[in-house]
């Protein structure tokens, strides 16, 4: 299986929701340990990288990407 691809400050997609109703989730920290912000609420949960990777849908919104896109202004 293919391992996912996630960085700090991702907006992530989990399988079961956040006891608010969403589902969406900032990460926030990274490590042994990842820390996730519920993007409804704000509440953060530190889980460890295992149960997370395990429990990650997809990436929905990458940092990455809309820092490389800010850049190109024509």
């Known amino acids: 299986m293919e391992r ?3 960085e700090l ?3 992530v997609l989990m399988k079961k929701p956040h006891p608010c109703g969403t589902n969406e ?6 490590g042994m340990d990842i820390r996730i912000k ?7 949960v530190l889980i460890p ?3 997370f990777e395990k429990n990650l849908k997809k ?7 809309s820092t490389e896109s800010d850049g190109q202004d024509n």
């Open 38 to 44: 519920c993007t409804g609420c704000q509440h953060s």
């Open 25 to 30: 989730m900032e990460i926030i920290r990274m």
């Open 49 to 51: 990288r295992a149960k």
């Open 9 to 11: 400050g991702d907006i």
């Open 59 to 65: 990436v929905l919104r990458s940092k990455s990407a």
């Open 4 to 6: 996912k691809v996630f």
